[in-house]
């Protein structure tokens, strides 16, 4: 799959990947770091916190492992946060090694700098097995498509595939009510995705859907919580 990606820079400076054959990139032209903290970090893992302050750990599905960003941020935030996150990740189409040890991420933020070694470890991590990379940190990466996947009670759905235009089949229904259906009360479903057969879609799993602001360069962005 590697001949049909290739790494682009984002106006943030960092990279992200472009899909020759979907004609699709991993993020947003506008930034691939600044989208990743806006959508699930800030509207994810600290808005999850502000509701639910105590409770530990915090279990956190992702849809599209990719890059390995939103996992690394992940880690970081528990790290920094000192709360203990179980990250159960899925992607049938991991990148080769020849491609994710290029990517700049680890340079965009200084002050979170000395968190490096783990994005490597995110990648060289054995697929479908947990794995424990920190002391806040246990994951379960799997190379398999949503359709397949065994799901977990979770807090946090960090809901990161291809978009519908270009990858339906994740976003159908049938598959977010899977998905829905392991959300523990509280939890929160955060995706980049604004359009509205989603939301539609999620207000009729019975989630309290919000339309929010989008990162630079996109106007808007979806999240719903369970009740």
Known sequence: MSDKLRIITTDDGSHSIYHEELKE???SFHGAFRETIHVYMLYGMDSWLMRNPTKRPIRIFEVGFGTGLTAWLTLVWAEQNQIPVLYHTIEPFPLSEEI???????????????????????????WNEG?????????????????DAQLYPTD????????????PDVWKKELLGNVVEVMNPGA???????????????????LEVEILPGPLGKKEMTRAWKK
């Open 25 to 27: 990139t991993y993020h």
């Open 100 to 126: 994710y040890s290029r990517l700049n991420y680890i340079e965009q933020d200084h002050s979170i700098w000395h968190y490096h070694k783990y994005f490597k470890a995110l990648h060289d991590a054995p």
């Open 131 to 147: 794995v424990i990379l920190s002391e806040y940190f246990n994951m379960k990466k799997e190379n398999i498509k949503l359709e």
């Open 156 to 167: 946090v759905v960090f809901f990161d595939a291809f978009a519908p235009k270009k990858q």
């Open 188 to 206: 929160v479903f955060t995706t980049y995705c604004a359009v509205g057969k989603l939301r539609r879609d999620l207000k009729d799993l019975a």
